[in-house]
Protein backbone atom coordinates (compact mmCIF):
# COMPACT_ATOMS: atom_id res chain seq x y z
CA UNK A 1 0.00 0.00 0.00
CA UNK A 2 1.79 3.00 -1.01
CA UNK A 3 -0.79 6.09 -0.88
CA UNK A 4 -4.25 6.45 1.23
CA UNK A 5 -5.98 8.78 -0.13
CA UNK A 6 -9.18 8.87 1.72
CA UNK A 7 -10.52 6.04 3.86
CA UNK A 8 -12.61 4.25 0.88
CA UNK A 9 -9.91 5.28 -2.00
CA UNK A 10 -5.92 3.82 -2.11
CA UNK A 11 -3.22 3.63 -4.47
CA UNK A 12 -1.18 0.12 -4.53
CA UNK A 13 2.28 -0.46 -6.31
CA UNK A 14 2.02 -3.87 -8.98
CA UNK A 15 5.19 -4.44 -10.26
CA UNK A 16 6.56 -0.84 -11.84
CA UNK A 17 2.31 0.36 -11.96
CA UNK A 18 0.48 2.52 -9.24
CA UNK A 19 -3.04 1.77 -9.22
CA UNK A 20 -5.88 3.71 -7.51
CA UNK A 21 -8.52 1.50 -6.08
CA UNK A 22 -12.01 2.00 -4.63
CA UNK A 23 -13.07 -0.14 -1.86
CA UNK A 24 -15.74 -1.97 -3.20
CA UNK A 25 -18.93 -1.44 -1.38
CA UNK A 26 -18.44 1.37 1.25
CA UNK A 27 -17.97 5.05 1.37
CA UNK A 28 -16.52 7.06 3.59
CA UNK A 29 -16.73 10.65 4.82
CA UNK A 30 -15.55 12.81 1.85
CA UNK A 31 -13.11 15.38 2.33
CA UNK A 32 -14.26 18.44 3.68
CA UNK A 33 -16.98 16.32 5.72
CA UNK A 34 -16.74 15.66 9.15
CA UNK A 35 -15.02 12.60 10.47
CA UNK A 36 -12.92 12.43 6.92
CA UNK A 37 -9.63 12.54 8.83
CA UNK A 38 -10.83 9.86 11.32
CA UNK A 39 -11.78 7.49 8.69
CA UNK A 40 -8.33 8.05 6.66
CA UNK A 41 -6.13 7.90 9.75
CA UNK A 42 -7.93 4.82 10.69
CA UNK A 43 -7.56 2.84 7.38
CA UNK A 44 -3.86 5.05 7.20
CA UNK A 45 -3.28 2.55 10.72
CA UNK A 46 -4.57 -0.96 9.10
CA UNK A 47 -2.95 -1.36 5.55
CA UNK A 48 -0.55 1.64 4.80
CA UNK A 49 2.33 0.08 3.77
CA UNK A 50 1.84 -3.15 4.12
CA UNK A 51 1.43 -5.72 1.79
CA UNK A 52 -2.73 -6.66 0.76
CA UNK A 53 -4.63 -8.73 -1.50
CA UNK A 54 -6.31 -6.92 -4.04
CA UNK A 55 -9.78 -8.69 -4.94
CA UNK A 56 -10.55 -7.27 -8.16
CA UNK A 57 -14.15 -7.00 -9.13
CA UNK A 58 -14.12 -3.77 -11.91
CA UNK A 59 -13.56 -0.38 -12.94
CA UNK A 60 -15.68 2.60 -11.94
CA UNK A 61 -16.88 5.44 -14.26
CA UNK A 62 -13.61 7.45 -13.35
CA UNK A 63 -11.40 4.94 -14.00
CA UNK A 64 -10.53 3.53 -10.70
CA UNK A 65 -10.48 -0.40 -10.25
CA UNK A 66 -13.07 -1.09 -7.40
CA UNK A 67 -12.08 -4.02 -5.50
CA UNK A 68 -12.37 -5.60 -2.36
CA UNK A 69 -8.75 -5.04 0.61
CA UNK A 70 -7.72 -7.86 2.54
CA UNK A 71 -4.31 -7.87 4.68
CA UNK A 72 -3.25 -11.10 6.95
CA UNK A 73 -6.68 -12.58 5.80
CA UNK A 74 -8.37 -9.39 7.24
CA UNK A 75 -11.71 -8.07 5.03
CA UNK A 76 -10.36 -4.17 5.29
CA UNK A 77 -13.76 -3.15 3.72
CA UNK A 78 -15.65 -4.64 6.52
CA UNK A 79 -13.29 -3.47 9.27
CA UNK A 80 -14.22 -0.18 7.69
CA UNK A 81 -17.88 -0.77 8.53
CA UNK A 82 -17.17 -2.30 11.71
CA UNK A 83 -15.41 0.26 13.30
CA UNK A 84 -18.07 2.95 12.01
CA UNK A 85 -15.45 4.74 9.45
CA UNK A 86 -17.96 3.97 6.71
CA UNK A 87 -21.07 3.15 5.69
CA UNK A 88 -22.61 0.35 3.46
CA UNK A 89 -22.99 2.18 -0.15
CA UNK A 90 -26.32 0.58 -1.06
CA UNK A 91 -26.64 2.28 -4.20
CA UNK A 92 -23.53 -0.28 -5.15
CA UNK A 93 -23.05 -2.83 -2.26
CA UNK A 94 -24.88 -5.86 -4.18
CA UNK A 95 -22.68 -9.10 -3.11
CA UNK A 96 -23.20 -11.59 -0.03
CA UNK A 97 -21.01 -9.96 1.95
CA UNK A 98 -23.18 -6.88 2.03
CA UNK A 99 -25.43 -8.05 4.49
CA UNK A 100 -22.90 -8.72 7.01
CA UNK A 101 -21.75 -5.64 6.48
CA UNK A 102 -25.08 -4.03 6.95
CA UNK A 103 -25.70 -5.65 10.16
CA UNK A 104 -22.24 -4.86 11.18
CA UNK A 105 -23.10 -1.12 10.69
CA UNK A 106 -26.10 -0.84 12.40
CA UNK A 107 -23.99 -2.39 15.27
CA UNK A 108 -21.41 0.16 15.19
CA UNK A 109 -24.24 2.60 15.03
CA UNK A 110 -25.77 1.10 18.41
CA UNK A 111 -22.62 1.42 19.67
CA UNK A 112 -21.83 4.94 18.75
CA UNK A 113 -18.42 3.89 17.06
CA UNK A 114 -16.42 5.74 14.84
CA UNK A 115 -18.32 8.25 13.21
CA UNK A 116 -21.38 7.49 14.91
CA UNK A 117 -20.27 9.14 17.85
CA UNK A 118 -22.17 12.15 15.92
CA UNK A 119 -25.66 12.34 16.63
CA UNK A 120 -27.02 12.07 13.32
CA UNK A 121 -23.92 11.94 10.76
CA UNK A 122 -24.40 12.78 7.31
CA UNK A 123 -23.86 10.23 4.55
CA UNK A 124 -21.35 10.95 1.91
CA UNK A 125 -23.92 10.60 -0.97
CA UNK A 126 -26.05 12.75 0.86
CA UNK A 127 -23.34 15.55 1.95
CA UNK A 128 -22.46 15.38 -1.91
CA UNK A 129 -25.97 16.43 -2.86
CA UNK A 130 -26.21 19.30 -0.79
CA UNK A 131 -22.53 20.46 -1.45
CA UNK A 132 -22.66 20.16 -5.24
CA UNK A 133 -25.15 22.09 -6.48
Known amino acids: ?20 IRLYGID ?16 KNLIYKKKVRVISLYHDSYGRLVALIEH ?13 MAWVYPKYCRKTV ?24 LSPWQWKRMHHR
Open 1 to 20: MTRIIDGDSVVVKRGEKYIE
Open 28 to 43: SPEWKQHSSGMSREFI
Open 72 to 84: DGQDINGDMIKAG
Open 98 to 121: CREWSENQVKAKNEGRGLWSEDDP
